[in-house]
């Protein structure tokens, strides 16, 4: 699998404090993406990146932001944690000739 | 839009038995991409396997298959001999074809349970 890690794997936070994710890719892979996972939902795309500064909204994007400032690094941003982002998220990624998304281990995220 | 449905939320198999697990989804595509991922305990999202629309030949891993049928838009997964260690969540996903920058669209999951 594509070296791709997420930090941290667990986080405790309280509602209305900013938390960010980090996501960290070696493969130089253009593409990158948020996913959150929720029981019954499955995996749902909050935000994707198809390079360097370009960002774009997935189906669940309200109440996140995302940056990329480097190829390898995708930072997700919850401006003011609510309870209903309490879930499981994870970071993918795919090269621009390939056509298999690689995840990240996950971050469990609870909202109190 | 596309959607993908998993219809069988749990389902369990003695070991070393044969499990398929069922998978639909509606496209207006004709070249597209789809994928099923296995998540254990550990949170993981495995790729079990990948099959393109344009081919008709199902893929095959190891112990693992798929049943495409294009015109009724279903994409099933086959567990031959199975193992204590396919015990997990086992996601269908669908991509269209534009290499990279399409996300994937995945079903709701089905809990596979082996039975020793």
């Known amino acids: 699998d594509a070296g791709i890690t997420q930090s941290p794997r667990h986080k405790v936070t309280e509602t209305g404090t900013p938390v960010t994710l980090r996501c960290h890719q070696t493969e130089n892979h253009r593409y990158m993406y948020w996913y959150r996972q929720d029981p019954g939902h499955g995996l749902r795309l909050i935000h994707y990146s198809y390079g360097v500064k370009d960002t774009d909204k997935g189906e669940v994007s309200d109440g996140y932001s995302v940056s990329r400032s480097k190829t390898e690094d995708f930072l997700l941003t919850l401006e003011s944690a609510t309870s209903s982002q309490t879930s499981v998220y994870f970071c993918?990624?795919?090269?621009?000739?390939?056509?298999?998304?690689?995840f990240g281990p996950g971050t469990r995220l609870t909202v109190l | 839009a596309q959607t993908v449905t998993q219809s069988q939320p749990e389902m369990s198999v003695q070991e070393a038995e044969t499990v398929t697990l069922s998978c639909t989804y509606d496209?207006?595509?004709?070249?597209?991409?789809l994928f099923w991922y296995k998540q254990p305990p550990s949170r993981q999202m495995i790729l079990v396997i990948r099959?393109?629309?344009?081919?008709?030949q199902n893929a095959t891993e190891n112990r693992f298959s798929v049943n495409f049928q294009k015109a009724a838009k279903s994409f099933s997964l086959k567990i031959s001999d199975s193992q204590l260690g396919d015990a997990a969540m086992y996601f269908c996903?669908?991509?269209?074809?534009?290499?990279?920058?399409?996300?994937?669209?995945f079903g709701t999951g089905t809990r596979l349970t082996i039975i020793p």
């Open positions: 496209t207006s595509e004709s070249d597209y991409y």
């Open positions: 099959q393109e629309a344009y081919k008709q």
């Open positions: 996903a669908y991509r269209i074809s534009n290499f990279g920058n399409e996300k994937l669209t």
């Open positions: 993918a990624s795919v090269g621009v000739l390939t056509d298999t998304q690689y």
